[in-house]
């Protein structure tokens, strides 16, 4: 799992935003966690001064059709205006894996299962792949890997696994939120690093 950032954690007024943009398809709420990411996205680059590229962990076929389109990556190019205009930063959109629909829940998982089920979970498409490999190398971008909550990490591990496989390391990877998690099997000592106050506490 790369260094994670999170706004906060999942509860409270933004769990409930989350919830509606995601699952009640309010995509009017687009362009305000848009701007939420993008404060999580310069959090996480401090200390970067080169092009970035974002890549959102990308919905199942499934998802897509019930959702009205992808919702990550409609978050992703809300954040990447934001970024743009408001910080004046050089950002690309990358779409280098596929989601594999393999059907069921893991909501419902554990820890390890989930572990297992994200390894399952997506493909790399090799010709946007080696594009985004040839423009990180050629021009030093730092590639973010973007998703709304993390919750064991199993995500985005996998995901980031998938891309170090094609060539392509992940710089940093940021979220919306971040389940509190007590402990336990699957749970990450730390957790995501939070950012800013302004943006919710440091945990």
């Known amino acids: 799992m790369p260094p994670t950032f999170a706004l906060a954690a999942y509860s409270g007024a933004l769990g409930r935003a989350i919830v509606q943009y995601k699952e009640e398809n309010r995509h009017e709420l687009t362009g305000a966690l848009g701007g939420m990411l993008a404060r999580v996205v310069l959090r996480a680059l401090a200390g970067h001064a080169g092009p970035v590229v974002l890549v959102a962990v990308p919905a199942t076929a499934a998802a897509v059709r019930k959702r009205h389109g992808d919702h990550m990556l409609r978050l992703v190019r809300a954040a990447a205006r934001v970024l743009r205009r408001q910080a004046g930063a050089e950002v690309a959109i990358a779409r280098p894996l596929r989601a594999?629909?393999?059907?069921?829940?893991?909501?419902?998982?554990?820890?390890?299962?989930?572990?297992?089920?994200?390894?399952?979970?997506?493909?790399?498409?090799?010709?946007?792949?080696?594009?985004?490999?040839?423009?990180?190398?050629?021009?030093?971008?730092?590639?973010?890997?973007?998703?709304?909550?993390?919750?064991?990490?199993?995500?985005?591990?996998?995901?980031?696994?998938?891309?170090?496989?094609?060539?392509?390391?992940?710089?940093r990877a940021v979220v919306l939120a971040a389940t509190q998690r007590q402990g336990g099997p699957g749970s990450r000592p730390g957790g995501p690093r939070a950012a800013p106050r302004r943006d919710g506490p440091r945990r």
Not at 152 to 171: E, K, N, Q
């Open 100 to 171: 594999l629909d393999k059907g069921g829940d893991s909501a419902e998982l554990s820890a390890a299962q989930r572990a297992v089920a994200a390894r399952q979970a997506f493909a790399v498409h090799r010709g946007r792949a080696a594009e985004l490999g040839e423009r990180a190398r050629r021009a030093g971008a730092a590639v973010v890997l973007v998703d709304d909550i993390v919750t064991t990490g199993a995500t985005l591990a996998a995901a980031s696994d998938r891309l170090a496989s094609a060539g392509i390391p992940v710089y």
